[in-house]
Every structure is written in C-alpha cells, then in structure tokens.
C-alpha cells in the first residue's frame, strides 16, 4: 500500500477508480497551513509529555517548520496522488527528516486531526470575513455620507410610499451587515474548541496534555466529549449560515442597485468596471456583478442545505460521509469573501443620478401620508383622514391633476380642516424632516 497511513490491514490495493472517488487533495490542500501548524503544535505536546523522545520532537518541529513556510510561499509541491492533505504532509514529513516522523501520528487519529483543521480554518476565515464586512460597512457609510441630502421615494411592495433619504436606505444594510458580523463572531467561536486528544473517537491511553495543545493553537477551550469532538460539524454548519445571510443580503442590496440602475428608475449608474456587454445587442452594458451576486445566495444556501443534509443521519461518531463537509465549506467562504471585496470597489463607483431622482419624487401620492397625519393633527381620527387623502388623490389622479395645482377652495371642499400651509406638505424635503429620526 504505497503511501497510505493503514497499509498493514490490506492485501489488496484499491480500485483505481475508487482511489480517485476517494481522494480529497484537490479540495483538502487548503487545510494544508492549519495541518501542518496543529502536527507542531502536537508534536511539542508528544515531546514535553514524554511520550516521544525531546529530539525527536525536535527533528519533527523543524521538519514541519519548514513544510510550514513552503505552504506560505507557494512553494510545497502538493502530491495529488495521496489519499488526502494529512497525508500528503505526513509523507513529505518523511521525506525531509525520515524515521522521526514515524512518531508524529502517536496519540493522533485523521479523524481529530481533521476535525482542528476544519476547525482552524473556520477560525481564521470567520474573522478574515468579519473583516471584510466591516471594510463593506465602511464603504456603504462613506456612500451614504457622500450623498447625504439625497432623498428617494422609498418602496414598499415595489410601489411609491414615502420620500426617505439615500443614506436610511444605504445604512439599512450596515445594520443587516452589523448583525451577520455577530453570526461570523458566534461562528468563531462556535469552531474554538480543541479537539485533538480524542484520537479516532475514544480518546487514547497516552498521556497527553490537551490543554498545552490548545493553548500552543490558541484554541480558548477543549471538546470535553471525544466522540462528540470527532463527530461534530455544527461549527462548519454555524459558518456556512453566517455566510448564507451575508449572501442574502448582498442579494437584496444587488436587487435595488440592479432597480435602480435600470433605465425606467436611472437613480444611479453602475461603474462599467462591474458590467459586462452583450455579444449581440451593441448598447448593452449590463451590471452583471450584481446579478451574479444575487444568483450566488442559490449555491450558498446550497452549500449550507448540502452539510446539514450530509450530517443528518449519520450515526455516531466519524464517518467518512464527513469528507463531504469541505467543498461546500471552501466554496462558500472563498465566493463570499471575493464578492464582499468586490462589493466594496463597487458602492464607491456608484454614480447618484439626481434628476432622474427629482423627477420620480414629483409623485405627489407621496405625500399622501403627511397630508392624512396634518389631518390627524388637526383633530380628525386616522380612518377619516386616511379616507379624505384616498379620495383627494383618486380625484387628483382621474383628472390628471395635482394637488399642489389646487385652490385652497378646492381643497376645502375634501375637508374644512385643510388651511393654506398644507401646501409646504407637498416638499420631499418637508416630509424627510418631519419624521425625525429615534422619536
Ligand atoms: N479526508 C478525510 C475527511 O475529510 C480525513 C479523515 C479521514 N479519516 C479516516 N478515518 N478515513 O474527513
């Protein structure tokens, strides 16, 4: 059994075609940082406890030390015909230092090793993405501070209601973006619990000290349940949903650039570094960014539906389904993370058309809520008021008339309560600050 960790058991060698079904290189290679720092880590442990001689330790440290740096630089030179990335590093281990390395896997099963890598790697991801939404966050702020006077009919059911300002609209996703940075900190923490020491599932007879191992990892505490610490993918399922909500808000942000962007709204226009062309229709330049965007959420959503359904019925305590965790892991966080950088670039780009916006907010069915809540101020109950605008904007609207264009009189004759000032109502501006924020 060339180049396998369990040959002893085996008299035959695989079905080719197996081996190949089998192998996870070409996606586990990524977990080759965190490997190679958790056997350190794990071979300082076996050497300080004793259970290895201290030079041996030694030998293996600086071995892997040295894989270590080459994973940095690009420069390992990955076997693509190993079963996976352990033992891909295990053999180039050998290679460097010989017989020591036969001593690194004591006390060490694939099935906690594996477990710290995903572990590791869903560490150090969560905050590389938490990161990069705040730098999104910032680019939003810097957007909405850029355009802070600008006001647009806000939608409900994608229908005029309201003018509301730019920036409201803009910090509705910092707030969305806020609360998904507290799902990638839960995430985190949901990953930093050590699970080395549990060994294949049972724990081992050794005496290890798991704590020094976590510790050396920066892991702030230990799976106190070895079967639980092999078994477990929650902290992969944790990631995988902070990452589905960050992809479904970029979705519905993508939704109202894409809105907005589009010839009947012309509020704003999409930097032509995010867009594409058409091969046939010369005029086009389509904001494809943003619809692969929000095409993404699919495949993400996927990515989380495709762990949780792996795990369901899985009987306790490792089983080799588990490999299936990964390429649903790596995808998501690797699609995100470009997007959420990209995403960035792009709201700095974003060019306000404010005529097109003016134009929009001449809808004086805007204001139809500040005109029925004058009328509430004026003593009448809300049904009426609400009734009277309804029937003054119906009537506006048939005659294809405006009520700014209307006398007092005419006014008057939908309620003795309408005096003159009624008309400043009919401002976008008025109606923005007259519904002053946290009141
Ligand atoms: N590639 C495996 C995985 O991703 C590594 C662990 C294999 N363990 C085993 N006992 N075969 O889960």
Redesign the pocket.
């Given at each position: 059994m060339k180049n396998k960790l369990w040959g002893g058991r085996f008299k035959k060698s695989q079905d080719p075609e197996f081996e190949d079904f089998s192998c996870?290189m070409y996606f586990?290679y990524r977990l080759a940082e965190y490997d190679a720092l958790g056997s350190i880590a794990h071979a300082k442990m076996l050497g300080k406890c004793g259970i290895i001689p201290k030079k041996d330790a030694a030998a293996i440290v600086k071995g892997l030390t040295a894989i270590s740096k080459e994973i940095e630089a690009g420069k390992f030179i990955y076997d693509f015909t190993a079963e996976?990335i352990?033992t891909n590093i295990q053999n180039a281990l050998e290679k460097k230092i010989g017989k020591p390395a036969l001593k690194l896997h004591t006390a060490r099963?694939?099935?906690d090793q594996?477990a710290l890598d995903t572990r590791m790697y869903c560490k150090n991801k969560a905050q590389e993405m938490y990161g990069l939404v705040t730098a999104l966050q910032e680019s939003l702020l810097g957007f909405a501070k850029k355009n802070k006077d600008v006001i647009v009919p806000g939608l409900t059911h994608t229908q005029h209601a309201q003018p509301v300002l730019l920036s409201d609209h803009i910090e509705a996703y910092v707030w969305m973006l806020a609360r998904d940075k507290r799902k990638l900190h839960y995430a985190y923490h949901a990953a930093d619990f050590m699970p080395l020491g549990a060994c294949a599932l049972a724990g081992t007879s050794l005496k290890i000290d798991r704590k020094y191992t976590a510790r050396e990892l920066g892991f702030g505490a230990l799976c106190e349940n070895t079967m639980d610490a092999v078994s477990d993918r929650d902290f992969v399922i944790e990631l995988l949903e902070a990452v589905s909500l960050v992809s479904m808000h970029l979705s519905r942000l993508a939704s109202d650039l894409i809105l907005w962007a589009s010839p009947e709204f012309g509020f704003v226009e999409i930097d032509q570094q995010f867009c594409t062309g058409s091969s046939i229709m010369p005029q086009k330049v389509n904001p494809d960014f943003l619809e692969l965007t929000r095409g993404m959420s699919g495949r993400i959503y996927g990515n989380l539906f495709s762990v949780l359904t792996m795990m369901k019925g899985l009987p306790l305590t490792?089983n080799?389904d588990?490999?299936w965790d990964?390429q649903p892991l790596f995808d998501s966080v690797e699609k995100i993370s470009k997007v959420l950088s990209v995403y960035g670039k792009l709201v700095k780009g974003i060019k306000v058309n404010k005529a097109n916006i003016d134009r929009a907010l001449l809808d004086e069915s805007l204001y139809a809520t500040d005109l029925a809540e004058y009328l509430v101020s004026k003593g009448l109950d809300s049904r009426q008021a609400h009734s009277i605008i309804g029937k003054l904007v119906t009537a506006t609207l048939e005659k294809k008339e405006r009520i700014s264009g209307l006398t007092i009189k005419e006014l008057k004759k939908f309620s003795e309560k309408f005096e003159k000032g009624v008309f400043k109502l009919l401002d976008p501006k008025v109606s923005v600050a007259s519904r002053k924020k946290g009141r």
């Amino acid at each position: 059994m060339k180049n396998k960790l369990w040959g002893g058991r085996f008299k035959k060698s695989q079905d080719p075609e197996f081996e190949d079904f089998s192998c996870s290189m070409y996606f586990d290679y990524r977990l080759a940082e965190y490997d190679a720092l958790g056997s350190i880590a794990h071979a300082k442990m076996l050497g300080k406890c004793g259970i290895i001689p201290k030079k041996d330790a030694a030998a293996i440290v600086k071995g892997l030390t040295a894989i270590s740096k080459e994973i940095e630089a690009g420069k390992f030179i990955y076997d693509f015909t190993a079963e996976d990335i352990h033992t891909n590093i295990q053999n180039a281990l050998e290679k460097k230092i010989g017989k020591p390395a036969l001593k690194l896997h004591t006390a060490r099963s694939r099935n906690d090793q594996v477990a710290l890598d995903t572990r590791m790697y869903c560490k150090n991801k969560a905050q590389e993405m938490y990161g990069l939404v705040t730098a999104l966050q910032e680019s939003l702020l810097g957007f909405a501070k850029k355009n802070k006077d600008v006001i647009v009919p806000g939608l409900t059911h994608t229908q005029h209601a309201q003018p509301v300002l730019l920036s409201d609209h803009i910090e509705a996703y910092v707030w969305m973006l806020a609360r998904d940075k507290r799902k990638l900190h839960y995430a985190y923490h949901a990953a930093d619990f050590m699970p080395l020491g549990a060994c294949a599932l049972a724990g081992t007879s050794l005496k290890i000290d798991r704590k020094y191992t976590a510790r050396e990892l920066g892991f702030g505490a230990l799976c106190e349940n070895t079967m639980d610490a092999v078994s477990d993918r929650d902290f992969v399922i944790e990631l995988l949903e902070a990452v589905s909500l960050v992809s479904m808000h970029l979705s519905r942000l993508a939704s109202d650039l894409i809105l907005w962007a589009s010839p009947e709204f012309g509020f704003v226009e999409i930097d032509q570094q995010f867009c594409t062309g058409s091969s046939i229709m010369p005029q086009k330049v389509n904001p494809d960014f943003l619809e692969l965007t929000r095409g993404m959420s699919g495949r993400i959503y996927g990515n989380l539906f495709s762990v949780l359904t792996m795990m369901k019925g899985l009987p306790l305590t490792y089983n080799r389904d588990m490999q299936w965790d990964k390429q649903p892991l790596f995808d998501s966080v690797e699609k995100i993370s470009k997007v959420l950088s990209v995403y960035g670039k792009l709201v700095k780009g974003i060019k306000v058309n404010k005529a097109n916006i003016d134009r929009a907010l001449l809808d004086e069915s805007l204001y139809a809520t500040d005109l029925a809540e004058y009328l509430v101020s004026k003593g009448l109950d809300s049904r009426q008021a609400h009734s009277i605008i309804g029937k003054l904007v119906t009537a506006t609207l048939e005659k294809k008339e405006r009520i700014s264009g209307l006398t007092i009189k005419e006014l008057k004759k939908f309620s003795e309560k309408f005096e003159k000032g009624v008309f400043k109502l009919l401002d976008p501006k008025v109606s923005v600050a007259s519904r002053k924020k946290g009141r």
